[in-house]
């Protein structure tokens, strides 16, 4: 079997007693990586101020090479925090408010990326499979193959891919649109972002689509299709049922005194649809005034991306938020949101959605939300909560027993909420199961043996 070679932006390295990661894409590809053997390559993370970085940090961990390198502070500006959080993660979130394109960090992002084939090549083996992750990396294929690599590269694409009219208000569209055809398969979390791309490439008349699926574009033949990452589903049902009887679950379950719960859990970042989300609570609460002091919001956001001016505003403008609509609805003996701003232990979140009632998964525009789908995971069978999730989050394409919503029109999600709170056991039974049956196949271990499957093929 040919060895594994993983590129990612950040690498999560086991600690020193080689314990498992904590998420379920690092367990996932941990375990694609030693049963093949091979390399995790990428960012540590850590600048190494204005100097080149110094050699790549080895870690070997059984037949696991884990190869990091820092960079300097100018790369982390212009190919971090410029061009991927600036100007990708927005364009393919529908946010083209909110891009700052700049030639400047356009040429660092394309500098970094050629920094990292510099790196890797020399390492490769002529059969290893090499897997490339995500928006920061899309113009890696294109490096390596100029160094001369001729290995077989997949690519996948963690956040949406817009349509032609959305992407294609960024400048450099064109590169981008050739750097991904420079990979053997391209892989996107839903069918809707695969006919975007190929879509794109057939209207703009630089690609076509041939009668078997695959995919021309600027000389070059390829593969691409939907692979809908998922998550270990029993390993994270059987993580929540333990996690019940968790000390701080349980002192979460005393404190919230009979009420319904109602969670939401997401990276602060615009795209999850928060304020919109806030308001949709304060609708519910205020058109049923019965539900006065019989529910608790309970809204988890760890920071994320604070170097980010937009985020570091969002920061204030959730909290003020939260604390408004306290101060409007609450009383002496009933807060109804608890707005917790830092991440919390994964024991305790698994604990916490079995708890809630409902699950408020509502972002604007996601990839696929693997919040969704922990939710679903971590339900008592005999007495399931309602998932409520955003027809905008690539997960809605799965989970057809959620509550769909529009996360822009406040009224529709607050029915929605008022509509799950409701919900009787027999109707949350039978959403439910047809749900976890469907993540019990459609697992995080299946994904990752269906690309690299398509990719070796
Ligand atoms: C990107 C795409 C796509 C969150 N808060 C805490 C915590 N989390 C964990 C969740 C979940 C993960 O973080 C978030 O994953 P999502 O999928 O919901 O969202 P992104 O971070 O935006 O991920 C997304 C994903 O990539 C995978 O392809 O689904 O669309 O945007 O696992 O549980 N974990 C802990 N404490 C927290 O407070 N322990």
Redesign the pocket.
Known sequence: MSRLVVVSNRVPVPDKSGAAP????AVALQAALKERGGIWMGWSGKSSGEEEPADLTILEQGNITFALTDLTDRDVDEYYHGFANRVLWPICHYRLDLAEYARKEMSGYFRVNRFFAAKLAPMLEPDDIIWVHDYHLIPLATELRALGVKNKIGFFL??PLPPADVLFTMPVHEEIMKGLAEYDLVGF?TDHDFANFAGGLVREGIGEQLADGRLTSFGRTFKGGAYP?GIETEAFAAYARRAAKHAMVAKARASIEGRNLIIG???L?YSKGLTQRIDAFEKFVTANPEQHNKVTYLQ?T?KSRSEVPEYEAMQRTVAEQAGRVNGALGTVDWVPIRYINR????PV?AGLYRLARVGLVTPLR??????AK?YVAAQDPDDPGVLVLSRFA?AARELKGALLVNPYDIEGAANAIARAIHMPLDERKQRWSGMMEHLKKQTVQRWCDDFLRDLTA
Not at 22 to 25: D, E, F, M, S
Not at 343 to 346: G, H, K, L, T, Y
Not at 366 to 371: F, I, S
Request: aromatic share 0%; glycine share 14%.
């Open positions: 904590a998420g379920g894409l963690h956040i979390q990452i859990v997401d990276r970042d988890v760890p991440s919390v232990a994964r979140l996601d990839g696929m939300n693997l919040v922990e690539g």
